[in-house]
């Protein structure tokens, strides 16, 4: 069974990365000037270099390929017990090479952007073919993309002293809050990647994407009890995205979130109806939906939504789209991993099932067209479909008379992580945060539960979609096969019939 997992935190370490002192390096790449492939040929690699390891690539027949070059920084500050406990900055360079033939691929990568290191790894790449070459690679062309990640205010001209007093504010207010926080840790993050893609047909497309993230967790105790509640926020832009609102916001959402749960209790265990706050309670979105929309999975018929297009799979209040233009979002994206232009696709219109989440190699299988949906951790890694922002569009009722209606059950506000078997469709997600619901009326606080499902059961269940949709900001990182991609989520709040609540026995 394949296994997809999200959380949310911190940036996910990469292998490979270099680290530099901090005062070698402010951190961010700046955004390339000049037209697409300039940044690389900075580097060496020339259109003369491109072209011949495309050749090398197709040497021995490959149908298709693509050459993905990065270049990526990151600076990260972490405080800790009011004191800086991390401050670093890495980056990483390099090329993945892929050869397609038919639905199989050859991949390789090299750190080196030698052209020898290049055409070695385009040919080991290429052994995945064994035939003459067929594919005639076209004269470069540099293609122009949209920007959706505008950034007034870019990392590479702030230093680390800023980012140190950014935190330490961020830790004083917390502490400012409630005279029952006890510890803060503060981690702010910041990143910026400069991809080029290159294509046979001639495509050369280069995207330079930021990334901005803030974390703080508190832990706070009245007597003898004690408990830690985190939050997060992050997307794609620069420094002006920490403006006094999102930081406040979030300063006092961790705050909020450890006091609730020192006065909270584990729920009664079973099978009842449970409402999704708007918001983060997308996770079920993601985890018991999204991944099975991920073509893959359904060309390979693992995913149990295979059989499903246009077929009712919700009811007629559920329309669930996975966009990747929403501009400055976590999951938005300029152009996809394999030079696609990225769009909005409605996976789910009205309770049918419309679309899969498509990269080149499952577009061609079903014979439609990619939905810029081919996504990678990095240039180690080939792409596949992937999910960029997943939300679901408002229903027709409101969020008291979702909650009214439930004589007893659970009221779901806050998340930390989730996990799908895709095979079989069961899901986990852990409830961090919530309340128990009576007679139409929110009750008693309950923390710490496992909620457990069927995908496909769980969205034939939602039979109540309230008005108040939510993108939420967190810092959703999404694992799949190895690979970690940021995401985003949202969605209004929904009553599921019933779920599964891994509480206490009463």
Not at 205 to 217: F, K
Not at 364 to 379: A, D, E, I, N, W
Not at 444 to 453: F, T
């Amino acid at each position: 069974p394949v296994h997809c997992t999200l959380h949310e935190g911190p940036f996910p370490s990469q292998k490979g990365q270099t680290p530099l002192m901090p005062d070698t390096h402010n951190g961010l790449l700046t955004k390339p000037e000049g037209p697409p492939g300039a940044h690389f040929e900075s580097m060496g690699v020339t259109p003369e270099v491109l072209q011949k390891v495309m050749s090398a690539a197709l040497s021995t027949g490959g149908e298709d390929c693509d050459l993905y070059f990065q270049h990526a920084a990151s600076t990260s500050v972490h405080l800790s017990d009011q004191k800086v406990a991390q401050a670093s900055t890495h980056v990483d360079l390099g090329m993945g090479v892929r050869v397609v033939v038919g639905d199989q691929v050859g991949f390789a990568f090299s750190e080196d952007l030698d052209p020898t290191a290049l055409i070695a790894a385009a040919k080991a790449a290429a052994q995945i073919a064994n035939s003459n070459p067929s594919t005639h690679t076209h004269p470069l062309k540099p293609f122009g993309i949209p920007n959706r990640y505008p950034v007034t205010r870019p990392w590479e001209e702030v230093d680390l002293a800023h980012r140190v007093n950014m935190v330490r504010e961020w830790e004083a207010k917390a502490f400012g809050l409630d005279s029952r926080v006890k510890r803060v840790e503060a981690q702010l993050a910041d990143a910026a990647t400069v991809v080029m893609i290159v294509r046979p047909d001639g495509r050369v497309v280069e995207d330079w994407r930021p990334m901005s993230m803030g974390r703080l967790q508190c832990t706070s105790a009245d007597g003898s009890v004690r408990d830690s509640g985190m939050s997060a926020v992050a997307g794609r832009a620069g420094l002006e995205y920490f403006n006094e609102e999102r930081s406040q916001r979030f300063i006092t959402e961790a705050v909020d979130r450890s006091i609730f749960l020192l006065s909270a209790v584990a729920p009664p265990a079973g099978e009842m109806p449970v409402v999704l706050a708007a918001g983060p309670s997308a996770i079920l979105l993601h985890e018991a939906i999204g991944h099975g929309m991920e073509a893959d999975f359904n060309r390979k018929r693992t995913s149990i939504y295979a059989d499903k297009m246009n077929k009712r799979i919700a009811c007629p209040h559920v329309t669930v789209v996975d966009d990747g233009t929403i501009p400055g979002s976590r999951g938005a994206l300029n152009i996809d991993d394999e030079g696609n232009p990225t769009e909005r696709t409605v996976l789910v219109e009205d309770g049918i099932l419309r679309s899969y989440l498509h990269d080149e190699i499952s577009s061609r299988h079903y014979g439609v067209t990619p939905t810029g949906s081919g996504r990678r951790q990095g240039f180690r890694y080939a792409p596949m479909p992937r999910m960029r922002a997943t939300f679901m569009e408002n229903g027709p009722h409101s969020a008291d008379e979702i909650i009214q209606s439930v004589e007893k059950g659970l009221y779901c506000l806050s998340f930390s992580n989730g996990q799908v078997n895709i095979g079989g469709g069961d899901f986990a997600f852990y409830m961090r945060q919530g309340f128990l619901i009576e007679n139409g009326k929110l009750t008693q606080p309950v923390k710490d539960v496992n909620i457990i499902g069927n995908g496909p059961d769980a969205l034939a269940d939602i039979d109540l979609v309230a008005n108040d949709a939510v993108l939420d900001e967190g810092g959703w990182t999404c694992g799949k096969e190895g690979q970690s991609v940021p995401v985003t989520q949202g969605m209004p709040t929904v009553r599921v019939a019933k779920l599964v609540v891994g509480g206490v026995n009463q």
